[in-house]
């Protein structure tokens, strides 16, 4: 579901955590404070939402809120630009929601931030997305319940694909040659984003490499990973590629109004493409970074955590069990009727019509072959490492193996306060 799409703030802020629970401070009221549950309980609950871009979002948690009989339930729909730092701002405060939307992040667990759920999640487990459950896992625990995932791939128009007589690429070399080929007067042949950060790790998956090994020791760190990044310089000097669009790639507005012929964007826009470009409407994964290596899509999405700290840990846990374990109609409702997203549970995703057919049925598809989570031990501080391998050698032309290098040495000194 795509953040804030009337801002102009990056969506994949919003897919890592802050760097830990450092900064203090109070936040004040965002959002209106209704949305109270109707019931007759004396129990008060707040809980944090960012500002989705989709319409219909917010009255539609508030609606699943009032409909909750065994507490009042306020929802602050957060509208800053900056709802991470101003969630973990608060959680600082006496102020602090007792529970929030967010993403799995192991200082959360680390920091005792966020409730152990594993007993309200271990009766429908195995209905979860296994891939689900582990990026919420630490130690044998679960924190958090996901609420929807999000595939994110490129779309593309057909019609344009044709008329340049260009394949839907499979390797990152087709796709740069694609580019070229499509790019026609003010038309740009691709968008990435204007940060290319949401394309870093399906580029590292794509070269048949990851963020991390089951160890939890660096696995980026390949030739074909620095073969990835020349050719992604390659890409960024071509004059083919959309820089310094009005919407970043989470918002389907480059692709929309003839900006671009290809874009990476989420299951989330895929309504959004349809109305505007009808039958004329494709996707396809990451290509191939190497000949070796293998498509890939980025599953985001988000999850509902109970904040630890909190003076009502139980009856927070109590409505995250009723409203995302036990409310099924809920549960596929925010998944289907406000953007595209897949249900995390197999039974809901299964019984969800809107995504058996089509496109939607296609980007289940993907989702299912090619898709890779999050590490929950992936910090922001290596996120930002890799941020900074793509300025220094994808931006500026640097050397890839002394950016990363570079990296290394950040993400080494994170795992080691992590893991020892």
């Known amino acids: ?175 740069i040659e694609a580019a070229a080929k499509l790019t026609t007067g003010k038309v740009k042949g691709l968008y990435l984003g204007n940060d290319l950060h949401a394309v870093i790790n399906p580029m590292i998956w794509s070269a048949g490499a990851n963020t991390l090994d089951d160890k939890n020791q660096i696995a980026y760190h390949t030739p074909g990973v620095v073969e990835g990044l020349k050719k992604m310089r390659q890409l960024f000097t071509s004059g083919h590629l959309l820089l310094g669009a009005p919407t970043d790639y989470w918002d389907p507005s480059a692709l929309n109004q003839g900006l671009c012929a290809i874009q990476f964007c989420g299951m989330w826009a895929m309504p959004q493409f349809q109305q505007t470009l009808g039958d004329d409407i494709g996707i396809f994964p990451f290509p191939k970074t190497i000949d070796s290596g293998k498509q890939s899509v980025y599953n985001g999405g988000w999850s509902m955590f109970v904040n630890a700290k909190g003076k009502n840990v139980e009856a927070a846990k109590e409505y995250v069990k009723w409203l995302w374990i036990d409310q099924k109609k809920y549960q596929e409702d925010w998944a289907t009727s406000y953007g595209f997203h897949i249900p995390p549970r197999a039974s809901i995703a299964q019984s969800a019509t809107k995504l058996q057919s089509g496109l939607p049925a296609e980007g289940v598809k993907l989702f299912n072959e090619f898709g890779h989570f999050d590490n929950i031990g992936w910090t922001q501080a290596m996120i930002t490492a890799l941020e900074d391998v793509f300025a220094n050698s994808v931006r500026k032309g640097g050397d890839p193996e002394a950016a990363l290098d570079k990296a290394d040495t950040a993400v080494n000194r994170e795992l080691k306060k992590l893991f020892g």
């Not at 991470?84 to 529970?99: G, I, V």
């Open 1 to 175: 579901m795509s953040a804030m799409s009337n801002s102009n703030w990056s969506r994949r802020s919003l897919f890592r955590a802050a760097a830990g629970m450092a900064a203090a401070g109070t936040l004040a009221a965002c959002g209106s404070n209704n949305g109270r549950g109707g019931g007759s309980s004396g129990t008060s609950l707040t809980q944090y939402f960012h500002a989705y871009g989709e319409q219909g979002t917010e009255q539609a948690i508030k609606r699943y809120a009032k409909a909750y009989k065994d507490a009042n339930v306020t929802t602050q729909w957060i509208t800053a630009a900056d709802f991470e730092n101003k969630l973990f701002a608060t959680l600082l405060t006496k102020n602090a929601p007792d529970l929030f939307e967010f993403h799995p992040q192991i200082q959360m667990v680390k920091s005792g931030q966020v409730a152990d759920l594993t007993d309200i999640i271990d009766p429908v487990k195995d209905d979860f997305n296994p891939a689900d459950i582990a990026s919420h896992t630490v130690d044998g625990k679960v924190y958090g319940v996901r609420m929807i995932d999000d595939p994110q791939f490129f779309f593309y128009r057909p019609s344009l694909l044709e008329k340049a007589g260009v394949k839907v690429p499979e390797t990152l070399d087709e796709l």
